[in-house]
């Protein structure tokens, strides 16, 4: 079965650094996001991308994040000058069309900022 | 705003029993879809089940059902005959024209053997 797959699992950063994190979502797949979820709370939507633009971004998603597809398979999250507060697991999802379907998640980068 | 509650942080039931796991939202769009997602250990997203909001008829997958009731602004998710597999992290989402999801802050459900 097709999946989303993300790397790394877990990585380590000092505060300060930049960061990406990367995704492989499935192949046929033209709806990309990403979402971050804070130990112990809920999953925060960041961004969607679609026709190599963002569509929607929320609040949490400023200045200091980008996201990229720099072929015709990744999809990349960057986080400029990382804070201590990024520290979350960090979610690639994908879906095939807009609305009305599910979207299929990645394992997750466990982002840990010392 | 859109705003999706789990009221229950944390649940338990004996395996091969039968739970129900609480969700309300609030939007004022018309046309959404909801949905409940599994996160267990490995902590990968896992959709259970989707239900359309224009569908009056319950979606059920398997072991999966719901409970929609879309004037209340109710989507609950029953379990029946529960396995140690299920134990896990359930959100409850919806996405609306957006193509954004909104989830709750999570039920943590554990099967007792």
């Known amino acids: 079965e097709p999946e989303v797959t993300q790397t790394p699992s877990h990585q380590v950063t000092q505060m300060g650094q930049e960061v990406i994190l990367r995704c492989v979502p499935i192949?046929?797949?033209?709806?990309f996001y990403w979402y971050r979820q804070i130990l112990g709370q809920k999953v925060e939507f960041l961004v969607s991308?679609?026709?190599?633009?963002?569509?929607?971004k929320s609040e949490i998603f400023d200045d200091q994040f980008s996201v990229e597809r720099p072929d015709g398979s990744n999809f990349t999250l960057k986080i400029r000058s990382t804070k201590l507060e990024d520290s979350a697991m960090y979610f690639c999802?994908?879906?095939?069309?807009?609305?009305?379907?599910?979207?299929?998640f990645g394992q997750g980068t466990r982002l840990t900022v010392v | 705003a859109q705003t999706v509650t789990q009221s229950q942080p944390e649940m338990s039931v004996q395996e091969a029993e039968t739970v129900t796991l609480s969700c309300t939202y609030d939007?004022?769009?018309?046309?959404?879809?909801l949905f409940w997602y599994k996160q267990p250990p490995s902590r990968q997203m896992i959709l259970v089940i989707r239900q359309e909001a224009y569908k009056q008829q319950n979606a059920t997958e398997n072991r999966f059902s719901v409970n929609f009731q879309k004037a209340a602004k109710s989507f609950s998710l029953k379990i029946s005959d529960s396995q140690l597999g299920d134990t896990a992290m359930y959100f409850c989402?919806?996405?609306?024209?957006?193509?954004?999801?909104?989830f709750g802050t999570g039920t943590s459900l554990t099967v007792i053997p």
């Open positions: 991308f679609y026709n190599n633009e963002i569509s929607e």
């Open positions: 999802a994908s879906s095939d069309r807009d609305f009305n379907t599910e979207a299929f």
């Open positions: 939007t004022s769009e018309s046309n959404y879809y």
């Open positions: 192949s046929n797949h033209l709806y």
């Open positions: 989402a919806f996405m609306t024209t957006g193509n954004q999801f909104y």
